[in-house]
C-alpha cells in the first residue's frame, strides 16, 4: 500500500545541481537507509520526499501518484527530525495530538492514538511534561511517537540518532528495529552517515555521492560486491586497501600482476579488452594476513604504527617499494593481539574470492551485466 | 575569570570604586529630584536636597500680642511667638529653637537669641530660644503688638502636599489619563498587524521578500520631522485632523518597522525543522502562525510591546503636533515642558512631583520587565 | 467621547478588527478563490500560497507605506513651497536657510551632538559594561545605568535641569563649585558655546545604558579562550581589554554608535526642555518645530536637512542587511 517511484529526479539551486537522475523504487514494507558522505544530498533527497523541498526535475511516485505538487501533509507521510523538532510550547499529549487535531480527528480518536503510541514507546509517565524536562532519549521517543499516531504510508526520519550519546544510540536503534519489525507493511526511509546504522537497519541501503546514486543493494551485497571504489572505501571500517595491479589474463577468472611481482588468479569473470589494463585490487583490512609458507604474497610492506584493541589489531604499513598512483599505506585488521615493533618487514596474503578487481574505480564484478 | 592566580586585589578595589562613582554619577541627579519631590518649597529653596534630613533653618516673622497692663512708667508685653498664627504657619513640623531675631525684615538675624535688645527710646525686646519674648515699651501699644522677625530651626519634614497639589490644581491627572490613552492602543495595535509582516518575510517565499526586509531596515532609521508635515495634512484632509485616533495611527506607523524588523529578526531564528515538522503535521500558514510561531515569539512580542510602550508614553515630539494644543488634550510630557516649566519654573517641588508622576509608570515597566527589554534591544542590534 | 473610552474601544476594535482581516482573508483565499480540493487541487494550492505572503504584509506595508515612505517624498515635495504651499519657490527655502545665521548654528550644534554624544556614550558605556562584568553587583549596578532609558526626554531634561539650577541651595552643580572652589553661581545653561555640551550630557546620560548594555553582551560573547591566552601571554588588564576585546567587539561598536548618532540627529525634546534653543543652544529637530505650524515650507526643508544627513548610515544598514539575507 505504500510504494515510492523516483524517475530522474533533480534538484539544483538556481545552476548549482545538488541531485540528479535519480532513479529509485521503494517497495513497500521496505527500510531504505540513505547514507553517504556530508553534502552528498541525502537529506535533500529525504526532505523532497516529505515535500519539503521543491523538485526541480523527473517525478516522484507515491503508490502509482505523482507526487511532485502535492503539500507534505497529504503525501501521507510523517518525519522524524534529526532536532526532534518538538513544539517546545506544548506536552508531550499536544506534541503527539497536533497533527490529529489539525485533520479535526474526533477526540477519543486522538486520544486513542496517543495512548497506544505512548504505551508502545513507555511515554506514558510523560505525557503531561513539556519537552524541556525530558531527556535527550525520551525527546527522541516523542519524536517517533508523534510520527506513529498519524499513522502514516511512509515514515522518514533524518538522522534521528545523531543527537544522542553512544550509549543511548545503540539501545534507540534496537527500538527503530523493532519498531519496524511491529509494522512489517510501513515503508521507512532512514538518512544517516553512520555506516553501523546502516548495516544493521536497512533492508536495501542507498549509497549517495557526487549527486547521483552510487549504488544500492542489501547491506551484505555493499559489503560483498560493492560496486565502485566509492562504496568499497565508504562501507567497511578501516576502509578497504586498493593496490595498483595489472589484468595479464582474462575469461571466467582474471588472472593478475600483484605489487609484489607476484601473479594470482582471482575468481572474477573479465573482458578479453581488458588484457594488460591497470587495475585496482580491494582487499578489505579484515582479509589481509600475514603471509604463511606456500602464500602468494600480494605486497611486501614494512610496519608503520599499530593499535592494539584488544580484539584486533590494526597495524598501518608502507609498502617496501612505492608503487605507482597510490597513497601507499595498507592497513590490516589481525584478530588478536600482535606486539610487532615499527620498522618490521611484513609479507601480506589474502584468499583470492576475498579480492575485488576495479577497472576505472568500477567492480569487474557487474562490468558484464552493464555491458 | 574569577580563579586566575595571581590578581591583585587593589585592581579588584580599583573597579569597585569606578563603577560606584559611575553608578553614583548615574543615579544622583533621578535622586534629587525624587527627594525635593516631597520636600515643602520653603525648605527646598532654603537647603540642598542632599540635606533633607537634616533641620533647615527658616526665617519668619510674626506679631506680638498687645495684652498689656502697665508697669510704671512702661508697658510690658509677654508671650510666645509661637502662639502667632502667621509665624507658626511658617514652620510644617514643630519649631526648633529660635537662633537669632531682628526687627526688620532685612535683618532678621539682628540680635543674638535671649538677649535683650535695646530698641532705642526706652524700648527693649528679649526673644529667648522658646520663642518666649517680653517687650517692654513706653507707649501703649494699643492693640497691635510689634513687629518680630526672627530665624529658627524646621525640623525636615517630608510631604505628599506636592503630589496633592500637582495631581490636583495643575490638570496633571487628566494629563495623566491622556498619556495612558495615547500609549495602551498604540503599543498593542501595532503588535499583531507586525507579526504577521514578520512571519511572511522570515517563513514565506515570496520574490521582493528581501527588497521589502532592506526597505524596512532603511525606514528604520527615516527621523519622524519629515513624516511630521504631510502626515498632518493628511490627516486633515481625511478629516482625522488632531486628534486621539490620529496619534494613534502615527505611532503605528512610526513603531512599525521597528515592530517588523525586531520580530522578523526573531522568528527567523526559531528552529526551521519545527516549522517544517508542523507543516508535516498538515498545518496551513495560518494555523503553523497562530499555534506554533506566537506563542513561540512572545519573548519578542514582549520586548517589542515595551519599547512601544516606552517611546509613546515618553514622547513629546508626536504628541504636540498630532494632539491638538488644548490643555484636555495635553499628555504629561506636553504638561510639563509647556506649561509647568514656564509657570512653575522655580517651583521645584510641584516640578519634581510631576516629573515623578510622569515617569513612575515607566520605571515601574522597566524595572519589573528589564529581561525583555535587553533581549529585545540585543536582537534589534547586534547580529 | 470620553477619551478612556475611546481607547478601549480602539483597542477592541483595532485588534478584533486585525484579527477578523487576517483570518477572513485567509479563508477566502482557501475555500472561494482556490479551494483545496477539485481537479486543480495542487495548481490552487500552489496558487494561494504565493498569494498568502502578501495577505499577510498588506497592512503593515500599508501603514509603512502612509506614514513614513510617502512622507520622505510629501517632505521633499511640500520643501519647494513656500508658507502657504501656494506658491513653488524651487529652492527657495534652502537658500534662506542656508543664509540664516540660526540655521548655520543649529546645524553646527547638531554636528557636535553627534560627534560628542555617540563618542562619549560609547565610551562611558564601555567602561559600565568592562566594571561591572566581573563584580558581584554588576547586575544591580547595570540596572542603575540603564534606568535613564525608561525615563522621557523631558523628565530627564527636568532632572538635570534641577541639577544644573543657578541657585547653590537647589542645584548640586553650583553647591559644589561654592563648597569646594568658592566660585558664585553659574548659570551653566548659559555659558556660551559649553552650554551646549551640559545640553548633551542629558542625552550621554540616557544613552550610556544602552550602550554598555550592547557592549556586554558583546563582551560575553568574546570567546573566553582569547582572553585566557592572552593572560598567559603576559597581557594586563589594560592590554587584554583594548588590544584583545575591543578588537573583537568593534563591529558591535560601530552598530552602537551609529544607532546613537542617528538618535543624536533626531532628538528635539531636550533642547525644547531645557533652554528652548536660547543661548546658542539650538539644533536642526528644535529648529524645524520652531517652523512648525506656522511654515510648512521652511518645516520640512529642515527636516529633509536631516534626513540627508542620516542617509549615510541609512544606506549602509541596507547594505549590512542585504548581506546577512544572502
Known sequence: MASLKLNDVAKSYGEVDVLKDIDLDIRQGELIVFVGPSGCGKSTLLRMIAGLEKITGGTLEIDGQVVNEVPPAQRGIAMVFQSYALYPHMTVRDNMAFALKLAKKSKPEIDAAVTAAAEKLQLTPYLDRLPKALSGGQRQRVAIGRSIVRDPKVYLFDEPLSNLDAALRVATRLEIAQLKESMPDRTMIYVTHDQVEAMTLASRIVVLANKGISQVGTPLDLYLKPANTFVAQFIGSPAMNLLPARITGTGEDTRLRLPSGAEMTVPIPSPASLRDAAVALGVRPENLRVAADGDTVLVQSKVQITEKLGEVTVVYMDPVRAFEGDDGQTIAKLPGIHRISAGTPLDLAADPQDMHVFHQGKSLHYLEARS | ???????????????????????????????????????????????????????????????????????????????????????????????????????????????????????????????????????????????????????????????????????????????????????????????????????????????IRGLLIAGIVGLLVVPI??????????????????????????????????????????????????????????????????????????????????????????????????????????????????????????????????????????????????????????????? | MNPVFQGLTTIVLGVSGCIAYFYTSNLVLDRVLYPARGPRITENIARANQIRPWLFIFPALFVLFV????????????????????????????????????????????????????????????????????????????????????????????????????????????????????????????????????????????????????????????????????????????????????????????????????????????????????????????????????????????????????????????????????
Open chain 2, 1 to 207: 575569570m574569577d580563579n586566575i592566580a595571581g590578581q591583585k586585589s587593589s585592581f579588584v578595589w580599583a573597579s569597585n570604586i569606578a563603577t560606584l562613582t559611575l553608578v553614583l554619577l548615574w543615579i544622583i541627579p533621578t535622586l534629587g529630584l525624587f527627594v525635593s519631590s516631597f520636600r515643602d518649597r520653603d525648605q527646598i529653596s532654603a537647603s540642598g536636597w542632599w540635606k533633607a534630613p537634616f533641620a533647615v533653618e527658616l526665617t519668619a516673622r510674626g506679631r506680638t500680642g498687645a495684652d498689656t497692663a502697665p508697669e510704671g512708667d512702661h508697658f510690658s508685653v509677654s508671650g510666645n511667638i509661637f502662639d502667632d498664627r502667621e509665624a507658626r504657619a511658617a514652620f510644617t513640623g514643630d519649631p526648633g529653637a529660635v537662633s537669632a531675631f531682628g526687627i526688620k525684615g532685612a535683618e532678621p538675624r539682628a540680635f543674638q537669641v535671649g538677649t535683650t535688645a535695646d530698641l532705642g527710646g526706652g524700648e527693649t525686646l528679649t526673644v529667648n530660644p522658646d520663642g518666649s519674648y517680653v517687650w517692654v515699651t513706653p507707649e501703649d501699644p494699643g492693640n497691635r503688638g510689634k513687629r518680630i522677625y526672627f530665624a529658627a530651626k524646621s525640623p525636615p519634614k517630608l510631604t505628599l502636599a506636592n503630589y496633592r497639589t500637582v495631581l490636583t490644581s495643575d490638570n496633571m491627572s487628566r494629563a495623566f489619563m491622556n498619556t495612558l490613552t495615547v500609549a495602551v492602543p498604540a503599543t498593542i495595535i501595532p503588535i499583531l498587524v507586525a507579526a504577521f509582516a514578520a512571519y511572511s518575510l522570515a517563513w514565506m517565499e515570496f520574490k
Open chain 2, 225 to 383: 520631522q519629515l513624516a511630521l508635515v504631510p502626515v498632518l495634512n493628511l490627516h486633515n484632509a481625511v478629516g482625522i485632523g488632531q486628534s486621539f485616533p490620529g496619534i494613534w495611527l502615527a505611532h503605528t506607523g512610526f513603531g512599525m518597522p521597528l515592530a517588523v524588523y525586531l520580530l522578523r529578526n526573531y522568528m527567523a531564528g526559531l528552529p526551521r525543522d519545527i516549522i517544517e515538522c508542523a507543516r508535516v503535521d498538515g498545518a496551513t500558514d495560518f494555523q503553523i502562525f497562530v499555534k506554533i510561531i506566537l506563542p513561540l515569539s512572545l519573548p519578542a512580542l514582549a520586548s517589542f510591546a515595551i519599547f512601544q510602550f516606552l517611546w509613546t508614553w515618553n514622547d513629546l515630539l508626536v504628541a504636540k503636533v498630532f494632539l491638538p494644543s488644548a490643555d484636555e488634550y495635553k499628555v504629561m510630557t506636553v504638561k510639563i515642558a509647556d506649561d509647568l516649566l514656564g509657570s512653575r519654573g522655580g517651583d521645584w517641588g510641584i516640578l519634581a512631583a510631576a516629573a515623578f508622576v510622569s515617569i513612575a509608570v515607566p520605571l515601574a515597566v522597566f524595572f519589573s520587565l528589564q529581561r525583555f527589554l535587553v533581549r529585545g534591544l540585543l536582537a534589534g542590534s547586534v547580529k
Open chain 3, 67 to 326: 506614514y513614513l515612505a510617502y512622507p520622505v517624498v510629501g517632505s521633499a515635495f511640500r520643501s519647494l513651497f513656500n508658507r502657504s504651499g501656494a506658491d513653488f519657490i524651487g529652492l527657495g527655502n534652502y537658500v534662506a536657510l542656508l543664509q540664516s545665521p540660526d540655521f548655520r548654528r543649529a546645524f553646527l550644534n547638531n554636528a557636535l551632538w553627534a560627534l560628542f554624544v555617540p563618542a562619549a556614550s560609547v565610551a562611558f558605556g564601555l567602561l559600565a559594561a568592562q566594571l561591572t562584568d566581573k563584580l558581584a553587583w554588576g547586575n544591580a549596578a547595570k540596572s542603575l545605568i540603564f534606568m535613564p532609558m525608561a525615563i522621557s526626554f523631558v523628565g530627564a531634561s527636568l532632572i538635570w535641569k534641577f541639577v544644573y539650577a543657578v541657585d547653590s541651595d537647589i542645584g548640586l552643580v553650583n553647591a559644589i563649585l561654592l563648597g569646594l572652589f568658592g566660585v558664585g553661581p553659574v548659570d551653566v545653561l548659559q555659558i556660551p558655546f559649553w552650554n551646549n555640551f551640559f545640553l548633551m550630557f542629558i542625552l550621554i546620560w540616557i544613552q550610556t545604558g544602552f550602550a554598555m548594555v550592547i557592549l556586554s553582551a558583546a563582551l560575553r560573547g568574546i570567546p573566553e579562550e582569547t582572553v585566557e591566552a592572552a593572560i598567559i601571554d603576559g597581557a594586563n588588564p589594560f592590554q587584554t581589554f583594548f588590544r584583545i576585546k575591543v578588537p573583537q567587539i568593534f563591529p558591535t561598536i560601530v552598530v552602537v554608535w551609529t544607532t546613537i548618532t542617528v538618535g543624536s540627529l533626531k532628538i528635539f525634546d531636550i533642547v525644547y526642555a531645557t533652554t528652548g534653543g536660547n543661548f546658542g543652544t539650538e539644533i536642526l529637530p528644535s529648529y524645524m518645530m520652531s517652523f512648525m505650524f506656522r511654515d510648512d515650507g521652511r518645516a520640512t526643508a529642515v527636516a529633509l536637512v536631516i534626513m540627508i544627513i542620516v542617509l549615510p548610515v541609512m544606506i549602509s544598514n541596507i547594505r549590512q542587511a542585504q548581506k546577512e539575507i544572502r
